[in-house]
């Protein structure tokens, strides 16, 4: 079992930035894959960053890339997503996910994640 807790989450205008951090526990950190998804009222949770075991491979979505930045601290147990330039559109929560074997090409999939957190809820204003 892994348990996840986000933190970091807030209000902030457009333009502005956070940090969400992802902090696991509960059982060997350093081999899975863990990323970052967001669900806005209304719509299907999406897929917005990921990043290997040992932080060497990242991906994000299109709608983020350039923005955020995910990495991680094997030492600590914990990723992280810095998001930049924020933008209304970003408003969301957002989860932490971690997979016990990700396959490429398959981890925009949120069914390809065994855990997941409980969520941090992040608004930017106009």
């Known amino acids: 079992q892994v348990q996840l807790v986000e933190s970091g989450g807030g209000l902030v205008q457009a333009g502005g930035s956070l940090r969400l951090s992802c902090v696991a526990s509960?059982?060997?950190?350093?081999?899975?894959?863990m990323a970052w998804f967001r669900q806005a009222p209304g719509k299907e949770r999406e897929f917005v960053a990921v990043i290997s075991w040992n932080g060497g491979i990242t991906y994000y979505a299109d709608s983020v890339a350039g923005r955020f930045t995910i990495s991680r601290d094997n030492a600590k147990n914990m990723v992280n997503l810095q998001m930049n330039s924020l933008k209304p559109e970003d408003t969301a929560d957002y989860y932490c996910?971690?997979?016990?074997?990700?396959?490429?090409?398959?981890?925009?999939?949120?069914?390809?994640?065994?855990?997941w957190g409980q969520g941090t809820q992040v608004t930017v204003s106009s």
């Open positions: 996910a971690a997979a016990l074997i990700l396959s490429l090409g398959y981890f925009r999939d949120s069914d390809r994640y065994d855990y």
């Open positions: 509960g059982r060997t950190f350093t081999d899975i894959s």
